[in-house]
């Protein structure tokens, strides 16, 4: 098997892969600049992932999302979730792994907190991957997983959430946005599978 390299090695700047990834193909992709929220149309791929690269907010605040099921005009779906973080301090005095119960939706309309809470300094940032499985189908509720890492002043997380939407209705659009302020800088990247 012959060695592949990529020229351009930052993620956030990909457009083409020299290798074939399957049927994962680049749907879309937003960069913020002092957005207050971003969107995404959702179509017919039977999975979505979608890749948070150093986005950083203008306030403290966590990242979150929802989705609609009517075009992007209600954000407010059904949701159930479970969530829960390590994390680890700079001084290596502090760490920790647990579940955050606080954080979890029961039958919620919501917006879903995807990472803990960054800070506003110009070294925090938060990054990740969301899987949303089969939204456009009509039969099924719609799970999804989250892994994402964040600094927070002197302190690394690691965030883990799963859940899913509870409504057999196809979601048409999902929407990230920080708890309070924008999402200064960042891209967010979305990828279909079939």
Not at 1 to 21: E, I
Not at 48 to 74: E, P, R, W
Not at 96 to 102: C, E, Q, T, V
Not at 119 to 144: A, E, M, R
Request: some cysteine.
């Amino acid at each position: 098997m012959a060695l592949t390299k990529l020229n351009n090695k930052a993620v956030a700047n990909v457009t083409t892969l020299p290798v074939a990834l399957g049927d994962m193909v680049l749907v879309s992709s937003a960069t913020a600049s002092s957005s207050a929220s971003i969107e995404f149309s959702l179509g017919n791929y039977k999975e979505y992932k979608f890749f948070f690269v150093n986005l950083h907010a203008s306030a403290i605040s966590t990242f979150s999302f929802q989705t609609s099921t009517d075009g992007g005009s209600n954000y407010g779906v059904t949701t159930t979730t479970t969530y829960f973080n390590a994390y680890h301090n700079e001084a290596d005095n502090d760490t920790g792994l647990s579940y955050n119960s606080g954080r979890d939706l029961a039958q919620s309309t919501s917006f879903q907190q995807l990472a803990q809470q960054t800070n506003t300094g110009n070294d925090d940032n938060t990054c990740g991957v969301l899987q949303l499985f089969n939204p456009s189908s009509t039969t099924y509720v719609k799970h999804f997983i989250n892994r994402a890492t964040n600094s927070d002043s002197a302190y690394a997380w690691d965030v883990n959430v799963a859940g899913y939407f509870n409504t057999t209705s196809a979601l048409t659009n999902i929407k990230f946005q920080m708890s309070s302020g924008n999402i200064d800088a960042g891209k967010i990247l979305m990828f279909g599978i079939n």
